[in-house]
């Protein structure tokens, strides 16, 4: 089946920038990464999980928590089976365990609800220090 890992996280001072990655595989069943919409959440501690963007299939739709929105970018390669999330000008309350999560276009209700994710990495820790 399908499987994501995120990598990247880490410790970063605030203003900073890191890019974080999601590498999938196990396509056997005959569709590419390339049929799957990537969405990328976080939740920090005591606190729900929330979206924070998502790329389509093709690359070509984008969306994005509003509060991210110009310091992050999310983007796809799909040669290499990997998305990626580029954050920019990193705030401390942008500390959390991000995640990567994969689903067909074709299943797409809303790239913002979680739930109609399947597949889900087991995510890495981003922290931005003051």
């Known amino acids: 089946q399908v499987q994501l890992v995120e990598s990247g996280g880490r410790l970063v001072e605030a203003g900073g920038s890191l890019r974080l990655s999601c590498t999938a595989s196990g396509f056997t069943t005959g569709r590419p990464f390339s049929y799957y919409a990537v969405g990328w959440f976080r939740q920090a501690p005591g606190k729900e999980r929330e979206f924070v963007a998502a790329?389509?299939?093709?690359?070509?739709?984008?969306s994005y928590r509003d509060i991210v929105k110009g310091r992050f970018t999310v983007s796809r390669d799909n040669a290499e089976n990997t998305a990626y999330l580029r954050m920019d000008s990193l705030k401390p309350e942008d500390t959390a365990v991000y995640f990567c999560?994969?689903?067909?276009?074709?299943?797409?209700?809303?790239?913002?609800?979680?739930?109609?994710?399947?597949?889900w990495g087991q995510g890495t820790q981003v922290t931005v220090s003051s």
């Open positions: 999560a994969a689903v067909l276009e074709t299943s797409v209700k809303f790239y913002s609800d979680a739930a109609g994710y399947p597949y």
């Open positions: 790329i389509s299939w093709s690359g070509t739709n984008t």
